[in-house]
Nanobody, 125 residues
Framework: EVQLQASGGGLVQAGGSLKLSCVVS????????VAWFRQVPGEEREGVSY????????YYSSSVKGRFTVSSDNAKNTVYLQMTNLQTEDTAVYYC??????????????????WGQGTLVTVSS
């Protein structure tokens, strides 16, 4: 059974950093693509970042590029999202998702089959 467990969210001041983790089970992290999404209540889920060892790609949304870094640890079967210089507009519930590599279509949440439960990131001014 494929499962994803996201954690690491919390309250941080603007300009601060957080590191999110997505522990995956039921598959090897380098056998699937993993993406991070975020969602603010009342708004659509937004693609944040993507990593895949299969196609060797990493992608970032324009809103986080240069501030967020996605990485994976195969030994721990975990994907990370290092977030720096956080801004109030980064406040959201962050989700990790897994599926086959979608390449440049990665940011469409409807394509992703497996989802973690979400972790709340709150950035205060």
């Amino acid at each position: 059974e494929v499962q994803l467990q996201a954690s690491g969210g919390g309250l941080v001041q603007a300009g601060g950093s957080l590191k999110l983790s997505c522990v995956v089970s039921g598959f090897a992290v380098d056998d699937y693509a993993v993406a991070w999404f975020r969602q603010v209540p009342g708004e659509e889920r937004e693609g944040v970042s993507y990593i895949s060892a299969i196609d060797g790609k990493k992608y970032y949304s324009s809103s986080v590029k240069g501030r967020f870094t996605v990485s994976s640890d195969n030994a721990k079967n975990t994907v990370y999202l290092q977030m720096t210089n956080l801004q109030t507009e980064d406040t959201a519930v962050y989700y990790c998702a897994a599926d086959v590599p979608y390449g440049d279509q990665w940011s469409y949440p409807i394509l992703w089959t497996y989802w973690g439960q979400g972790t709340l990131v709150t950035v205060s001014s």
